[in-house]
């Protein structure tokens, strides 16, 4: 456990909601620990977006990812990563 809070540390997440047809573009910005997660939404033109980021690039990439069509982006702080 003290192994996860460590490694959550200087980390966030953010989850947006993105068109389908805007996809490609927005997954091509994000860094992820290993791929982002998608999910689908009641709106099948829409996905869900999830990742987990290093902080210190939150505050570029999230301009970038509204350019994008990224909508309804929320950054969250993280407790633990347990691999």
Known sequence: MLQGAMAAEGKVGLM??????RLDSVLALLPALLKPT?????DSDWADVN?????????QIIPRLKA????????????KVID
Do not use: F
Request: hydrophobic share 45%.
């Open 16 to 21: 947006m909601n993105v068109p389908r047809d």
């Open 38 to 42: 998608i999910s689908s939404l009641a």
């Open 51 to 59: 990742t987990i980021l290093d902080e210190s690039v939150v505050r």
């Open 68 to 79: 994008a069509g990224a909508r309804g982006i929320v950054e969250y702080p993280l407790n």
